[in-house]
T-cell receptor, first 111, second 114 residues
């Protein structure tokens, strides 16, 4: 079965430091992977996606993600974190006509 | 201003009561989805519809019902059979038909039991 896992419930980073939010996936066939961000009491906003091509995908707000087929991972990264990046981040995989989401990772960026 | 509108923002349900959550989109999207969000569990798919007058069960459809009579509307009814309805409900839509398309989300409805 297609699935996606986010091994960390929470990630804490100091402002200005690089951040990584981890995601691993299990799919049969080619993976179609997404990252979304959710601010408190709001819906999800699309950040970026990997369909095919370059393993490094660039998205909104300076975020990027690296697709690693051998490690079945799709980690979200940003070179320099901002306090305003604090939010809940979801990794997702496309299967059939629907998206399956990971359990989410709470990112906290402190000044 | 295009987007997805969910209403109400907050909803309270009494024991044995059915309640309906509204989701409307003016993006001309074919596909629409309902997710339930519980703390620490991420989003779980309740129902989805890829075209008008057709819908499929997701992973946790029991205790819920939907209809898709119009392209722009996909209401979700939480029935009395859903014993643990307290959650944040998110509606989403997408163009439909391509594997790489993204979902657009509404702002959600928080449902609580009185």
């Amino acid at each position: 079965a297609q699935s996606v896992a986010q091994p960390e419930d929470q990630v804490n980073v100091a402002e200005g430091n690089p951040l990584t939010v981890k995601c691993t996936y299990s799919v049969s066939g080619n993976p179609y992977l997404f990252w979304y961000v959710q601010y408190p009491n709001r819906g999800l906003q699309f950040l970026l996606k990997y369909i095919t091509g370059d393993n490094l995908v660039k998205g909104s707000y300076g975020f990027e993600a690296e697709f690693n087929k051998s490690q079945t991972s799709f980690h979200l990264k940003k070179p320099s974190a901002l306090v305003s990046d604090s939010a809940l981040y979801f990794c997702a995989v496309r299967t059939g006509g629907k998206l399956i989401f990971g359990q989410g990772t709470e990112l906290s960026v402190k000044p | 201003d295009g987007g997805i509108t969910q209403s109400p923002k907050y909803l309270f349900r009494k024991e044995g009561q059915n309640v309906t959550l509204s989701c409307e989109q003016n993006l001309n999207h074919d596909a629409m989805y309902w997710y339930r969000q519980d703390p620490g569990q991420g989003l779980r798919l309740i129902y989805y519809s890829q075209i008008v007058n057709d819908f499929q069960k997701g992973d946790i459809a029991e205790g819920y019902s939907v209809s898709r009579e119009k392209k722009e509307s996909f209401p979700l009814t939480v029935t009395s059979a859903q014993k643990n309805p307290t959650a944040f409900y998110l509606c989403a839509s997408s163009m439909g038909g391509t594997i790489g398309e993204k979902l657009f989300f509404g702002s959600g409805t928080q449902l609580s039991v009185l």
